[in-house]
């Protein structure tokens, strides 16, 4: 993309409206634009389990997650969410510093324990009560209220009968989703029927670092297969409401590149993307299970008709994105490929800052969903998008957390550069609105553009949310 180059000082109120021009100030500083379009979505998100709290609180059952967290050793320093953020009781103060910096849409997951705590059967009014509130404080500011049907807190009841290994869980998860629409659908402006069904399935069952921390190498696929039947009974039903608010899936796909020009490595990263990532979105875009899952027995109870169910049609794709993997050939591999090592720089998650991988990414789910369904294209959502660091407050209230602020610039360039290209990329979400319970991280992991002390619950706005608070403004420059 070719843009005009201009050196010298300018006044702020030129430099910012120099529109498509490169800035060269006297310090070899470069500064450009972000530029969006007016009806850009611009959100923050969080997971239920992560921020709400109240975990005894409300009527609500228990979860996967609540026993996972006692299990000693499965959670950094022992660590749970019974706390959190305390969202349950300070969602109102939460709405309105969304609302301060900007933000059009919060992202959030409902709890299926605090909707209906045994996981079937008795439907709990204070847990609808709950995300009603939620709903209406945020429409009180304008904010869209985007809500995540499952976000990994299974009840534990249904975990005990086998949970997503089991085929059974599909009935109980078709009844909660008829409850929400019933309940919600009037609050609800986006809806996303599953997030990140990977991890669901490879670290739940198959890795067992997350919840319900089962090791099950030769059954794992079956949580595969019923994820994915999840989310398109979860369409299914929807259709069937009336409902007009659009509904798709989030998922963090894993495309990594290859690591040399070598065909071996180049089929090496194809391979990873298809057992990692296809065996997800394939069979949602009507086009099943990639060849490679079907012959190197991985065992997925596909019944008839179950691919008709997944191939629902989506309004739009969610895409979480945070780094992007280098693959090998690696013939002493199981499945003949490795992970190799990146020179870029890191995160304190270990995860290397990658904006190119996020346009590599974006253009092939632009290429590979083009045409599903029978659209020219679907839209496509950055759901999840954000960088932890060791976020301090300093005595004057402040948290200059830089190395974010650079990881989210970077990120949103390559947004605004593949929206130029023709990319239906309608909106972007950072991860993550608070600091909060990051899954098997505990409380050691910050993630947020609100800085909390989990002791008090105080919120600071970081000074990333202060860039995002401009840059949602057009005052954003990179």
Same mark, same amino acid.
């Given at each position: 993309?070719?843009?005009? #180059?201009?050196?010298?000082?300018? &006044? ?16 070899? +500083? ?6 969006? &379009? ?25 979860? *996967? ?8 050793? %499965?959670?950094? $320093? ?16 939460? $709405? ?19 909707? *209906? ?8 009014? /204070?847990? *609808? ?12 500011? @304008?904010?869209?209220?985007? $809500? ?39 609050? +609800? ?5 599953? @997030? ?14 997350? %919840? ?9 696929? $079956? ?28 998922? @963090?796909?894993?495309? &990594? ?5 070598? /065909? ?11 057992? @990692?990532?296809? +065996? ?30 997944? %191939? ?13 993997? #280098? ?37 092939? *789910? %632009? ?31 402040? #948290? ?29 979400? #950072? ?48």
């Amino acid at each position: 993309m070719s843009r005009e #180059v201009i050196f010298g000082e300018f &006044p702020v109120e030129l430099s910012l409206n120099l529109g498509n021009y490169i800035v060269i100030n006297s310090r070899g +500083v470069f500064m450009e634009r972000l530029d969006f &379009p007016k009806d850009f979505v611009w959100g923050t998100a969080t997971a239920s389990y992560q921020v709400e709290g109240a975990a005894r609180e409300g009527g609500r059952g228990e979860s *996967i997650w609540d026993t996972f967290a006692r299990k000693p050793g %499965a959670v950094y $320093a022992g660590e749970n969410g019974d706390v959190a953020c305390d969202q349950y009781h300070r969602y109102k103060e939460d $709405a309105a510093l969304m609302a301060q910096l900007g933000f059009t849409s919060y992202r959030f997951s409902i709890a299926w324990p605090r909707i *209906i705590p045994a996981g079937t059967g008795k439907v709990n009014p /204070e847990g *609808i009560a709950y995300y009603r509130g939620l709903c209406d404080e945020l429409h009180k500011y @304008n904010i869209s209220a985007c $809500a995540t049907i499952y976000h990994w807190d299974l009840p534990q009841l249904l975990e005990d009968a086998g949970g997503w290994l089991e085929r059974s869980v599909l009935e109980a998860f078709e009844e909660y989703v008829k409850v929400c629409y019933r309940e919600l659908g009037d609050v +609800v402006d986006m809806w996303i029927t599953v @997030n990140e069904p990977f991890c669901i399935a490879r670290l739940g069952y198959f890795v067992g670092v997350h %919840a319900p921390g089962r090791r099950e190498a030769q059954k794992a696929a $079956a949580a595969v297969h019923h994820i994915n039947m999840a989310h398109g009974i979860a369409v299914r039903e929807y259709r069937k409401t009336g409902l007009k608010a659009p509904i798709g899936i989030t998922w @963090n796909p894993i495309t &990594p590149r290859p690591a040399s020009v070598k /065909e071996a490595d180049r089929k090496a990263a194809e391979t990873a993307r298809a057992i @990692n990532t296809e +065996v997800f979105i394939l069979p949602c875009l009507g086009k099943g299970y990639p060849e490679i899952v079907k012959t190197a027995g991985f065992g997925l109870p596909v019944k008839d008709g179950d691919l008709e169910i997944i %191939a629902q049609p989506v309004d739009f794709i969610g895409v979480n994105y945070y780094f992007e993997d #280098v693959a090998a050939a690696d013939e002493k591999a199981e499945l003949k490929f490795s992970f190799k090592p990146s020179w870029q720089e890191t995160s304190v998650m270990g995860w290397h800052f990658t904006p190119g991988g996020l346009e590599r990414q974006i253009l092939w *789910i %632009a290429e590979i969903s083009k045409g599903a369904f029978g659209k020219k294209e679907i839209p496509i959502y950055i759901t999840e998008n954000g960088c932890a660091c060791d976020d301090t407050v300093t005595a004057a209230g402040r #948290v200059h957390d830089t190395q974010r602020i650079d990881y989210l610039k970077k990120h949103l360039a390559v947004c605004a550069d593949v929206i130029k290209k023709g990319v239906p990329l309608k909106g972007y979400y #950072v991860w993550s609105l608070l600091d909060n319970f990051e899954w098997a991280f505990g409380y050691s992991k910050r993630f947020g553009i609100i800085h909390v002390d989990f002791r008090t619950q105080k919120r600071t706005i970081k000074d990333s949310g202060y860039f995002l608070r401009d840059t949602i403004a057009g005052f954003g420059e990179w």
